[in-house]
């Protein structure tokens, strides 16, 4: 069994911004395999269900992003779950492009809040985690502000045109095979200009 964990804040405020990537991402598999996240217990809102074969339980800590490991270290203890091998964290990154995503087997938090509280309760930084981009972060911003705030359409088209690519990630990451995942999703994705698709529409 895995625990698939989406990173995020509760309340309405928060619904759908940079930092409620995970979220996002969590409710997209939920309803791509038609798993209901309606259960509330662990300081989550979690729900279990059957990807491709492998049970997985999908699970949205409701403790604000900064105390996520409080959830994350309940939920494994209580299912005696293995984090170095059956846990998937999925999280927003400023460093990468919009809808860019980035998997890895380890690594250090990258002073990503959320994933130092995590690799603070379980005691290790030995998990699987899909980083998903959302921009990097304008020099006249603050960083709070830029992750609490709302992608633009332009860019919330982008994101969600990857969200199929993180399912596709995490049933490879499912079956084992988390290098094929990052030989396929780690590639940066090229921007298409209006140059571009245009283009293109003349050659079809």
Do not use: W
């Not at 603050?142 to 919330?156: A, E, I, M, P």
């Not at 490879?172 to 200009?193: C, G, I, P, S």
């Amino acid at each position: 069994m895995f625990i698939i964990v989406g990173l995020g804040n509760p309340t309405k405020e928060y619904e759908h911004t940079r930092h409620n990537v995970g979220f996002d991402a969590i409710d997209c598999l939920a309803d791509k395999y038609g798993i209901r996240i309606g259960e509330n217990k662990h300081k989550a809102l979690i729900g279990k269900g059957i990807i491709e074969g492998v049970k997985v339980i999908l699970v949205k800590p409701q403790t604000y992003m900064n105390l996520s490991g409080e959830s994350l270290r309940e939920i494994v203890d209580y299912y005696k779950i293995d984090p170095e091998d059956e846990v998937i964290v999925v999280y927003d990154d400023i460093s990468l492009d919009v809808g860019q995503l980035r998997i890895r087997k380890k690594g250090s938090a990258g002073g990503h809040n959320g994933i130092k509280n995590i690799i603070l309760h379980l005691g290790t930084d030995v998990f699987k985690r899909i980083k998903v981009g959302v921009g990097e972060k304008p020099k006249e911003i603050d960083l709070v502000n830029y992750v609490l705030g709302h992608f633009s359409k332009g860019d919330r088209t982008t994101l969600e045109g990857s969200f199929e690519d993180i399912a596709k990630a995490i049933v490879l990451m499912l079956q084992d095979d988390v290098d094929a995942a990052m030989n396929l999703y780690n590639t940066k994705k090229k921007k298409e200009t209006p140059e571009k698709v245009q283009e293109q529409s003349n050659q079809e």
